[in-house]
Nanobody
Framework: QVQPVESGGGLVQAGDSLRLACAAS????????MAWFRQAPGKEREFVAI??????YYAASVKGRFTISRDNAKNTMYLQMNSLKPEDTAVYYC?????????????????????WGQGTQVTVSS
C-alpha cells in the first residue's frame, strides 16, 4: 500500500507562488507515476500535471506556470506553482500509480491511479 499526503496549500494573492508537496509512505519504490489533480468549487476534478517515469506533462491551463518534480530519495513529489491566478483556486490532490502510463490520453483519467491523498486547499485572491 502507498499513502500520499499533500501539504503546502494556503491563501495567496494573484501573481504569488506556492509549492505543494506530496509525501508518499509505504511501498514507494513501486511507484513509477505520480500526478496532481485539482477540484474547484462546483466543478469536477481535473488533471493538472504528471511525473511519469521521469517524463512530465501539464494541462494547458498551467503549462509554463507550474512545474512538477520528484525527489526519489525523499519519496516526495512537488508542484511549484508560479504566477497564480484566482482560477487556480481548488483543492489539490496527489495521485499515484504503480506502473507507467504509456498513453498520454490516459494521464487525465482518474481511474488510472491506484492511490490518492486527501487534498490540500489552495486559495488565490484577486
Amino acid at each position: 500500500q502507498v499513502q500520499p499526503v499533500e501539504s503546502g496549500g494556503g491563501l495567496v494573492q494573484a501573481g504569488d507562488s506556492l509549492r505543494l508537496a506530496c509525501a508518499a509512505s509505504g511501498r514507494t519504490f513501486s511507484i513509477n507515476t505520480m500526478a496532481w489533480f485539482r477540484q474547484a468549487p462546483g466543478k469536477e476534478r481535473e488533471f493538472v500535471a504528471i511525473w511519469n517515469a521521469g517524463n512530465t506533462y501539464y494541462a494547458a491551463s498551467v503549462k509554463g506556470r507550474f512545474t512538477i518534480s520528484r525527489d526519489n530519495a525523499k519519496n516526495t513529489m512537488y508542484l511549484q506553482m508560479n504566477s497564480l491566478k484566482p482560477e487556480d483556486t481548488a483543492v489539490y490532490y496527489c495521485a499515484a500509480r504503480v506502473d507507467t502510463i504509456y498513453n498520454v490520453g490516459d494521464y487525465v483519467k482518474e481511474y488510472m491511479y491506484h492511490y490518492w491523498g486527501q487534498g490540500t486547499q489552495v486559495t488565490v485572491s484577486s
